[in-house]
């Protein structure tokens, strides 16, 4: 079988710590090009990774023969890039957040559609073991009726993260467009409809920037939610965690409690209503503290879907759905109302 020939677009942070490196190590595929604005970036990505480097992306589509593209780009640049690849004939993985607008993301689903390509979103979240394992647990009834949850998702923010440092498009509104709610809300709001298999209808929030100077966009949000049958739980994103990042999510239901990633050694852990408490140690959540070197398997199941022509877990609608909640929780936040979510 010919090896899926591949390109990344972006060689950031994301690029270099997950796209690349699972790539690489997958069998099936081949990297033949990466692109990048910053000429010494792209650069020393091609040389690693035997690639040709280009400075323009429009390039790069125009002049390589490929099936697939990884768009690793400041979030303004994840539709038009997309639609562009999509055009150009490749299969896509964008990173999240989806889109800028409900519009854009409904483009970039249409552009798969009409030719025929993979749209998949990078929301690593519900690969976690702990996380697709409590799925399964709530899905089979094991802690009864689901009643209410908490998650937050939050660190000190992305400046020891991005490749650009304390400059770095995170924080500009022009082309983050949302700040910790892009970075991390989104994720747990995917996970969230993930978990519980079932969409949201309503949102109430708070969203604040009240702990980085010079940045124009959230750096902390909490959100009400309330599911289409009735669960209703809290939603915290934040860059202001300072000390430690928390990555937690908890699920409460008639004949038990499931805690994940809440634990240093268990990923998971069931306290039952009979007393019982039954500890998971499973493999570990991709964290920015240990550089996110753990595979996500995101890569994987992008790749697999293509080879096996079956639509990925986390498809163009679904990446849509995860960004709905944060639009209405914006919504929200603006006209001090409770705000219905779209879809
Ligand atoms: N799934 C996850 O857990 C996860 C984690 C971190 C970031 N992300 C997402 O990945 C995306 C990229 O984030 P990052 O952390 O790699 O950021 P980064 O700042 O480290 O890298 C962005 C890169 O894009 C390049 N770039 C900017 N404009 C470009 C253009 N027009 N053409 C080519 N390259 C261009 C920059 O030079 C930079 O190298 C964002 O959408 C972010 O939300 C996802």
């Not at 020393?44 to 990774?49: F, R, V």
């Not at 480097?53 to 125009?62: D, H, I, R």
């Not at 949850?149 to 500009?172: D, I």
């Not at 009735?230 to 999510?249: M, P, R």
Request: aromatic share 8%.
């Amino acid at each position: 079988m010919s090896k899926l020939k591949v390109a990344v677009i972006g060689c950031g942070s994301i690029a270099q710590h997950r796209h690349l490196v699972e790539y690489k190590n997958n069998p099936n595929v081949e990297i033949v090009a990466v692109c990048d604005i910053v000429e010494e970036r792209v650069k020393e990505a091609a040389g690693k990774y035997h690639a040709k480097a280009y400075t323009s992306y429009e390039k790069l589509l125009a002049s390589e023969q490929i099936d697939a593209v990884s768009v690793c780009l400041p979030n303004y640049l994840h539709a038009p890039v997309s639609i562009a690849a999509l055009r150009a004939g490749n299969h896509v993985l964008c990173e999240k957040p989806m889109a800028t607008s409900r519009e854009e993301a409904a483009q970039m689903i249409a552009a798969a559609t009409e030719n025929n390509k993979k749209l998949m979103i990078g929301h690593n979240q519900r690969f976690v073991s702990s996380h697709t394992k409590a799925r399964k647990l709530i899905a089979e009834g094991e802690i009864g009726k689901v009643y209410s949850f908490r998650t937050a998702f939050g660190h000190g923010g992305p400046e020891g993260w991005s490749a650009e440092g304390k400059e770095s498009w995170f924080f500009k509104k022009e082309e983050a467009f949302i700040g910790a709610m892009g970075d991390l809300g989104v994720h747990k709001a995917d996970l969230l409809r993930y978990l519980l298999g079932e969409e949201f209808s309503n949102v109430a929030a708070f969203i604040e920037t009240s702990a980085k100077d010079d940045t124009d966009v959230d750096d902390n949000a909490v959100f009400i939610l309330r599911s289409k049958s009735g669960v209703i739980g809290t939603l915290a994103a934040s860059w202001a965690y300072n000390a430690k990042e928390d990555n937690s999510t908890v699920i409460y239901g008639e004949k038990g409690i499931i805690r994940l990633e809440d634990d240093p050694t268990y990923g998971m852990i069931v306290n039952y209503t009979n007393g019982e408490t039954v500890k998971y140690e499973l493999g570990k959540i991709q964290s920015n503290e240990d550089g996110g070197q753990t595979n996500t398997h995101v890569i994987d199941h992008f790749v697999e879907s293509i080879l096996q022509n079956k639509q990925p877990l986390i498809d163009g609608e679904e990446g849509k759905k995860s960004l709905e909640v944060i639009l209405a929780a914006m919504e929200s936040d603006k006209t001090k109302q409770i705000t219905s979510i779209e879809g």
